[in-house]
C-alpha cells in the first residue's frame, strides 16, 4: 500500500499550488480520501476530505473558498488545488484514505511540504 503526495513547494503569497496523491495497493474506489496538514508546532488537522464517488466534499473553515479537492476514480489519484495561499497554509500536507467499509484501514502518504513566503 502506498499514497504517495507530489506538487509541493515554495510559493508566493496569493499563489497556487496543486498537490496531487497517487494510491497504489488498495482499493482506492472503497476509500474516502482526504487532505490533512501539519505545521511547525502544531497538532495535524484536516484540510479537505472527499466522499468514495467525489460526489461529496468537506473543508476546514480556513480554506473555504481557496481549495478544492478531487479524485479520478480510474487513474487512483486524488488532487488538492490551493489557490489564494496564505503565510499561515505552509505545513507538510498528507494524503489519506480510510476504507468507507472498515474504517480501522487508514493509509497515510509521507506528506510534502508546503510554504508559502515572500
Known sequence: VQLVESGGGLVQPGGSLRLSCAATGFTFINYHMSWYRQAPGKER???AGINRSGSNEDY????K???SISRDNVKNTVTLQMDSLKFEDTAVYYCRGQDSWDPRFVYWGQGTPVTVSS
Open 60 to 63: 476546514a473553515d480556513s480554506v
Open 45 to 47: 488537522e484536516l484540510v
Open 65 to 67: 473558498g481557496r481549495f
